[in-house]
């Protein structure tokens, strides 16, 4: 069994809107997979499915070869997950919240002491939890996904409301058990940068659609990449190049740019043209897309200005 | 079993942190010393006539005898209990939706009728000890003020039709439960508790109180032939259907609606 996490046209209505309409995917064993959209673009409806909390309206998912539905509660022994802010009993303190998972996993008793050295909440591990900063509060939400060491995590937004060194600790953590004990991550966010780091395969959800999905080491191809020229004469350097077969454009603040990849790759050619045109450039370069234009210009919007 | 034995250490874990538990058991405490205070006006006269209106109130209980004592704390025990215990089931399902830790409850190998099974549980044991607290304080202030006529057989009795009457009170627990799962906090089960409070008294005036499952409990209390304040053998399905139908909504809700 390869494909741990599979959806088959998941569709969900809420009234007259759409949250969600036939997304497919699958995610293999051991694979990070990145699910990656606006607020509101339907990712956690889409965890909230592949976890039985609410029913498609047609569609079906499956874990680990299983078919998410109400009576299947064998199927969560194995998955760990945490959905949107995490809460947890606000007069019990972080112990006792680990006892409330453990006693429902049926778990050994180390195993509170254990997720609680990993995620680093020894300090806090008597305080009660409506006394956590929202980081530390995040860590005990993380730590009830990872108490019972799962092959399969499910997490929306896992990193909210931690602090850079606690971000970087999770994506340690997360890529670590990917790579070393193959288990299978299957996370939402928006905020681009983080996924492009932890995930080794994204999927682009927008308006409760999946419009793309691509493996990170093939995102650097798809990222545009465009040459900028300036000039003290733009008018003329422009018209100059035009002559000669290259299209550029103006950017709003005067820059010439183009997308030809014979351009791109050989910046120099534009450079002779223009010092012999008697229009020397006094800049040019060659920019790549980053992600967040590439999200913005895949969904849509601004055209993917860089 | 086993699921359900975590589950129920689970339940009783978040019940002993609660100050809510504490909270209603010193109100169970306060509400028959009040009973106490009020009967030991009444056996005053002199003390009555100066209290005014707490001493007009006094009067309503009647007879300074034991039977006149536990027909005001079986009456009561109808309305508070329809009151505390509803607060009790309010609390135990709809503190998961205002503490938003309901998500962590349903993608567990736990089956969810079994965590609502769980809940009932302890909304019984909370209201039995309630129940328990109640009664203990109320014969030990009625004892203490010296109500005249103790005889251990008949206050057995008496105790014992008291306890009838809160276990058709605990009943009624059930669709509490559906409501604040259904209502998603504690907001709606208690307009629905004090909803059934209005209608029970509106029912039980115009005669229809034996067939009204919030209004069963309360007619059983009032001793006598008066009609239309008799329980028949419907009035026990009555209470029964509703019981389970509470019952089965909850479960059915928890397994089968959208979990937001």
Not at chain 1, 269 to 279: D, E, I, Q, R
Not at chain 2, 54 to 69: M, P, R, V
Not at chain 2, 73 to 91: D, R
């Amino acid at each position: 069994m390869n494909e741990i996490i599979v959806t088959e046209k998941l569709t969900k209505h809420y009234k007259d809107v759409t949250a969600i309409s036939d997304i497919s995917l699958n995610v293999r064993k051991g694979e990070i997979y990145g699910f990656l959209g606006l607020n509101g673009a339907g990712k956690t409806t889409t965890i909230r499915i592949l976890l039985g909390m609410i029913r498609p309206d047609s569609g079906n998912a499956y874990i680990n070869g299983q078919r998410v539905e109400k009576d299947n509660i064998g199927m969560w022994t194995q998955t760990g997950y945490l959905v949107e802010v995490p809460y947890s009993y606000p007069n019990l303190t972080v112990r006792e919240n680990l006892e409330i998972i453990r006693q429902m996993r049926s778990l050994h008793k180390n195993s509170i002491d254990n997720i609680i050295e990993k995620l680093k909440l020894q300090p806090y591990a008597n305080r009660i939890a409506k006394n956590l900063s929202l980081g530390n509060a995040q860590r005990l939400g993380l730590a009830k996904a990872l108490i019972h060491k799962p092959d399969i995590l499910i997490l929306d937004e896992p990193t909210n409301g931690l602090d850079p060194a606690g971000i970087f600790e999770i994506r340690e953590l997360l890529m670590d058990m990917a790579a070393n004990h193959g288990v299978t991550v299957f996370i939402s966010s928006h905020i681009l940068g983080e996924i492009a780091r932890l995930a080794t395969r994204i999927g682009i959800i927008h308006e409760g659609k999946l419009i793309q999905e691509v493996d990170t080491q093939k995102l650097e191809q798809l990222c545009q990449k465009k040459l900028q020229v300036n000039t003290i004469n733009p008018k003329i350097a422009r018209s100059l190049l035009a002559q000669n077969g290259f299209l550029f454009t103006p950017s709003e603040d005067g820059v010439l740019e183009s997308l030809n990849p014979e351009l791109v790759s050989h910046p120099e050619k534009v450079a002779s043209l223009l010092v012999n045109g008697g229009c020397p450039p006094t800049m040019l370069a060659v920019k790549e897309e980053d992600l967040e234009s590439y999200f913005l210009r895949i969904i849509g919007i601004n055209g993917g200005v860089l | 079993m086993k699921n359900l034995k975590a589950t129920l250490i689970c339940e009783f874990l978040k019940l002993k942190r609660s100050g809510i538990f504490w909270i209603t058991v010193t109100l169970f405490i306060f509400i028959p010393m009040m009973f106490g205070l009020m009967l030991y006006i009444s056996q005053n006269p002199d003390l009555m006539a100066k209290l005014g209106l707490i001493g007009t109130k006094a009067k309503l209980f009647g007879e300074n005898d034991w039977n006149g004592y536990f027909g005001i704390l079986n009456q009561s025990i109808a309305t508070i209990g329809l009151i505390g215990f509803g607060f009790v089931t309010s609390w135990i399902f709809g503190s998961e939706y205002t503490n938003r830790t309901m998500k962590d409850l349903l993608a567990l190998p736990v089956s969810r009728t079994n965590i609502v099974i769980a809940k009932f549980i302890v909304a019984i044991v909370w209201c039995l000890l309630l129940v328990l607290v109640f009664i203990v304080v109320a014969v030990f202030a009625g004892r203490t003020v010296g109500i005249s006529g103790w005889n251990t057989e008949h206050i057995s009795r008496l105790i014992y039709r008291f306890f009838a009457i809160a276990f058709m009170t605990m009943l009624l627990c059930t669709p509490v439960g559906f409501f604040a799962s259904y209502g998603r906090g504690i907001i709606a089960p208690l307009g629905f508790v004090i909803v059934t409070l209005i209608l029970a008294q509106f029912m039980g005036i115009s005669g229809l109180g034996p067939y009204f499952p919030w209004a069963i409990p309360g007619v059983y209390s009032v001793t006598g032939t008066v009609p239309g304040m008799v329980l028949t053998t419907a009035s026990y399905f009555i209470l029964i259907i509703t019981s389970i139908a509470g019952f089965a909504g909850t479960a059915l809700w928890w397994r089968l609606a959208d979990h937001h």
